[in-house]
């Protein structure tokens, strides 16, 4: 099998197209941050600025000044972005607001504990580029405060009435599954491990569901099915993202018995949410089988099927499992035939149920310069590993 040309296909999307369609359309010269609603040529649609996204796109071109070339406009752009955020974007007790005007007021109170989340993960990557000290201080401020609001992340912003229905959510313990990796190099080797141990069980324990072979998205606080839409809810992408977290974990710790399990979940779920009439990953699904509740049900989008193709290469690279392989050409044809704009750059986020394209836009208030960048580098960096361990 052609490794290498899959690689060099990764590799060329990445930095010649996605990353400078950010660059060129992106940046925010008179206020810092950056605009991330474009429309399919990169034109501004919107100005607001979302936390998420602003700290994502800090990260990505932090990770790629880390990883892929020293360069000085990759590191200028990433700072740029975190000088913003860090003058405008958290209230007084270090909570990160949800989104902000383009000037830097606060629109949306800190009620989503994931704009913690990006902005320790950037700001730990920002460190590593820069060697700032003040960085390295809001990640790990950043991480404890995560540590601290993880058992109530909404706190007084909660809308749910205490005590009817209380349900512990999938989202914040698989992404810490993450984080804890991305600040590493700033944290106490016991807190990493407790952290590890607990994202460990959390996801592989708690939220997968063995009779099912599925991971739910919500779940009761002793972990026990609560036959509601929010108790019935499969997000096949937020599985499979989690499954290279773990693997990722599970390759530090040289656990192949942990990356075979997680092999096998993916593989459950691809299977579970697989559209068998028109292809691709179906968004939403009811584990009853019942009407999901969200209307974009059986939308296709960019970000499930570039996680999932992540997860299948590191299934490949670390056991040569043929199931990944064959899935992988599958999910990368569909995905390639879809979702990148080869005339306008960067790749559509949104399509209907039979793949055609529902937004024509290239960034949102959910779509960023995040899940394509890191997908791409991510694959691409799988795929030479690939190479080199099974081309010989």
């Known amino acids: 099998m052609n ?10 999307n990445l ?33 607001d600025k979302f936390a998420w996204l602003q700290f994502r796109q800090v990260w990505c071109f932090s990770m790629l000044y880390n990883q892929v070339e020293q360069k000085k406009e990759w590191l200028d752009f990433a700072i740029q972005g975190a000088e913003f955020m860090k003058n405008h974007g958290k209230d007084t007790e270090g909570n990160f607001y949800f989104s902000l005007t383009r000037e830097g007021q606060p629109l949306i109170q800190p009620y989503n504990i994931f704009s913690d989340c990006f902005a320790a993960m950037a700001f730990a990557q ?7 000290e ?50 590493e190099h700033l944290l ?9 141990n ?74 579970y949410g697989w559209d068998k009439e028109y292809e691709g990953i179906l968004y939403f699904m009811d584990v009853k089988g019942h009407p999901p509740q969200q209307l974009e049900w059986d939308q296709k989008l960019w970000w499930v099927h570039m996680e999932t193709l992540i997860t299948l290469l590191k299934g490949y690279y670390h056991t040569g499992d043929q199931r990944c392989w064959d899935w992988f050409e599958k999910v990368h044809q ?36 995040f899940h394509v960048p890191r997908g791409l580098y991510q694959c691409w960096k799988t795929l030479e590993r690939i190479e080199l361990k099974f081309s010989k």
């Open 3 to 12: 490794y290498k040309a899959y690689a060099e296909k990764y590799k060329d």
């Open 15 to 47: 930095l010649n197209d996605v990353v400078p369609f950010w660059l060129k359309n992106s940046g925010d010269k008179e206020f810092g941050g950056y605009f991330t609603c474009l429309d399919r040529e990169g034109k501004v649609f919107d100005t």
């Open 126 to 132: 920002l460190y590593r580029a820069t060697g700032t």
């Open 134 to 183: 003040e960085y390295a201080q809001l990640a790990v401020n950043t991480f404890t405060n995560i540590l601290r609001k993880r058992d109530d992340p909404k706190g007084k912003y909660n809308k749910a009435f205490p005590g009817t229905r209380p349900l512990q959510g999938f989202s914040l313990p698989m992404i810490l599954c993450n984080l804890v990796l991305e600040l």
């Open 188 to 196: 106490e080797p016991d807190l990493i491990e407790r952290t590890i």
């Open 198 to 271: 607990d994202g460990i069980h959390s996801v592989m324990e708690v939220f997968y569901q063995k009779d099912l072979g599925i991971i739910l998205e919500n779940v009761k606080p002793d972990g026990s099915f609560s036959d509601s839409f929010e108790g019935r809810l499969l997000n096949p992408g937020h599985g499979l993202e989690s499954m290279w977290f773990i693997m990722d974990i599970a390759e530090r710790r040289n656990d192949q018995a942990l990356i075979k399990k997680a092999i096998d979940i993916s593989i459950n779920i691809l299977e």
């Open 334 to 369: 569909y995905t390639w035939k879809h979702f990148p704009d080869a005339n306008m750059g960067e790749w559509y986020g949104y399509l209907n149920r039979r793949g055609e394209v529902l937004l024509p836009l290239k960034g949102g208030k959910w779509k960023g310069c």
